[in-house]
């Protein structure tokens, strides 16, 4: 018999200051676990921002090997899913059932590590399911979390849209119970929790998908300070001091596609500039030191600027950008024009890179192709 989390009175509650808490009914929900083993977790500091719990640079949350893979397929993905590519879909999906199959917490309703705050990583259907979650939920500016309080004499799960600080938040608070209830109504399964208590996956009655994190490593940290445009300089400080604290190797510039997500300067009045300087668009890099960049510009034409970088220190890079052209279907129109800058590597794995390049502007960059480093 699964167990299941029962809610009886769900309602809006907005937070700003002051508050008042409008009610409304909603469905049931259900929470199912697997038969599981619980083990120890070890003990790390936290710092709490934005209303998330994040490893500090000291400490680094504790992941399994199988629930690292799951995190590395979230990295990249907008929306919460909602812009996800079939292959990044595919690769979550992937990721879900391997640890769906392992075993984690037995009775994961009966156990504390279920209770806190959650943070929404994840979800498959945003558009199917309730008002709230298909309005805010694919909208990285807003911080989505659970909260799951099992173990008390009111308990109650409640789902909040976090705007800002400044603005507040909106509930959504419900009564719970584990007893045994009506099928026919809403349920939630929990079908994975980490030994940890970090991560959970739960799946709903409508085949929704959830993933959900107690607590977020440095790189989830710089992309959701991107997505909402807040804090990114100091989520950029935060992430390189942490990754120089673990290893001072040696950087390489790794081939693939690579998407420019931000940078330090905004763009110029001229496209053409920003373009020629990696101010805008995507940076494909091979192998044999030959270096690309593409802009789409508009009505299926694109900028292309091909040029070559020779290694000439630790992490820095000659760049010769000399052959630009303007690409409209199978046609090229030349552009005569050359850039010349130095390229620093502050970062760089398989998914995320962080460069100082053309007039020390520190970029950030995404790989799109799904290649790995050899």
């Known amino acids: 018999m699964a167990l299941k989390v029962y809610t009886t009175n769900l309602g809006f509650q907005w937070n700003p200051t002051p508050t ?3 009610i409304f009914k909603t469905r049931n929900l259900r929470y199912k676990s697997p038969k599981l083993f619980e083990s120890s ?12 719990n994040v490893v500090d640079e000291q400490q680094q949350v504790s992941f399994n090997e199988q629930e690292n893979k799951l995190i590395e397929a979230l990295i990249g993905i907008q929306g919460r899913g909602r812009s996800a590519s079939p292959q990044q879909l595919s690769d979550v999906d992937r990721a879900v059932q391997v640890l769906e199959g392992f075993e984690g917490v037995q009775e994961p309703t009966s156990s504390s590590l279920i209770e806190g705050r959650w ?19 694919g909208v990285d500016f807003f911080s ?8 008390t004499n009111d308990p109650r799960v ?3 849209i976090k705007f800002s600080d400044a603005i507040g938040e909106l509930k959504v608070e419900a009564a ?60 950029i400080d935060e992430f390189i001091s942490f990754h120089q604290n673990l290893s001072r190797d040696e950087t390489e510039l790794q081939e693939g596609e690579w998407q420019m997500i931000w940078s330090s300067q905004v763009e110029t009045d001229s496209w053409i500039e920003n373009a020629a300087n990696g101010l805008m668009g995507k940076q494909v890099v091979k192998e044999n030191g030959q270096i690309k960049f593409l802009v789409d510009i508009f009505l299926g034409l694109r900028f292309s600027m091909i040029g070559k970088f020779v290694k000439s220190g630790k992490n820095l890079y000659e760049l010769t950008m000399d052959d630009a052209v303007i690409l409209g279907g199978p046609f ?43």
């Open 41 to 52: 977790s070890s003990i790390r500091r936290n710092v709490t921002v934005n209303g998330s």
């Open 119 to 137: 943070q929404l990583m994840f979800t498959t259907r945003p558009q199917t399911a309730s008002p709230i979650q298909r309005t805010f939920v």
């Open 158 to 160: 409640s789902n909040i």
């Open 176 to 235: 719970a119970s584990i007893k045994d209830g009506d099928e026919a109504k809403g349920w939630l399964d929990t079908t994975y929790l980490s030994p940890s208590g970090d991560l959970r996956i739960s799946r709903g009655n409508k085949g929704t998908t959830f993933v959900l994190q107690k607590k977020t490593v440095p790189r989830q940290r710089l992309i959701s300070a991107i997505s909402t445009g807040t804090g990114v300089r100091e989520a």
């Open 20 to 22: 008042f808490s409008p």
């Open 332 to 374: 090229g129109y030349p552009i005569e024009m050359e850039s010349k800058f130095n390229l620093e590597l502050l970062y760089s794995d398989d998914k995320i890179r962080i460069t100082r390049g053309y007039n020390n502007i520190v970029f950030v960059h995404l790989r799109t192709d799904g290649s790995s480093k050899k």
């Open 144 to 151: 989505v979390f659970q909260e799951v309080y099992l173990r």
